[in-house]
């Protein structure tokens, strides 16, 4: 098993330039999530999806979108890229969304945005 | 909204030491997570305990559900446990899934 997977490991925008974030997981997990994080802070949450067809707002939306085009793939999409973007994300998968299941995370996309 | 404040933000210590990271949060929870993530970057999650003690070799996490607090303890330490140590809890206190996390104890195991 390959666990979680993302796609690309690293990725150079210019502002304004859009991309996608690709995330997939062959655990048969129901919910996943998206998180950023950036130096002195601990990993915020972006997005997440409890279950396939859902999708949610964390705690740090804005300039996001996110699909969940099936039950092993959630992507992360920049519309318009500004240096604020500028983190590591990670995507990440468990059982359910409850507290009780641990969560997997995938090894993360460094991205900048200049 | 949970608040979590981990301590100390960093930790050197001797081989062989052993080490405690604690781990406050705000609001009433189920379970909490305790998490490494590795010098190149990885994340992978250590311990999730609703209570009690959990072991797993030289790792130790209890939980104090009353004082919502939460310790990772580390015996014989050993420098490839040099990594950040991360805790989480959910962001809205109770079971939920969506969670807040620590801003991580980085600890630095020197031979």
């Known amino acids: 098993n390959a666990g979680v997977t993302q796609t690309p490991k690293f990725q150079v925008l210019k502002t304004g330039q859009s991309m996608t974030l690709q995330c997939a997981q062959d655990?048969?997990?129901?919910?996943m999530y998206w998180y950023r994080q950036d130096p002195g802070m601990g990993l915020r949450l972006i997005y997440y999806s409890a279950s396939e067809g859902t999708t949610d707002k964390g705690e740090v939306p804005n300039g996001y979108n996110v699909s969940r085009l099936n039950k092993r793939e959630f992507s992360l999409r920049l519309e318009s890229a500004a240096p604020s973007q500028t983190s590591v994300y990670f995507c990440?998968?468990?059982?359910?969304?409850?507290?009780?299941?641990?969560?997997?995370f995938g090894p993360g996309t460094r991205l900048t945005v200049t | 909204k949970n608040e979590v404040e981990q301590s100390p933000q960093n930790l050197t210590a001797q081989e062989g030491e052993f080490i405690t990271i604690n781990c406050s949060y705000s609001?009433?929870?189920?379970?909490l997570h305790w998490l490494q993530q590795h010098p190149g970057g990885g994340i992978v999650s250590l311990f999730m305990?609703?209570?009690g003690k959990k072991k797993h070799g030289r790792l130790i996490a209890t939980i104090n559900i009353q004082e919502k607090h939460s310790s990772l303890h580390i015996t014989a330490s050993h420098p490839r446990d040099s990594a950040v140590y991360i805790c989480?809890?959910?962001?809205?206190?109770?079971?939920?899934?969506?969670?807040?996390f620590g801003k991580g104890t980085k600890l630095s195991v020197k031979p």
């Open positions: 609001v009433g929870i189920s379970a």
């Open positions: 990440a998968s468990s059982a359910t969304a409850t507290s009780g299941y641990e969560q997997y």
């Open positions: 305990l609703s209570s």
């Open positions: 989480a809890v959910p962001h809205y206190g109770g079971s939920q899934g969506n969670l807040i």
């Open positions: 655990m048969n997990h129901n919910s």
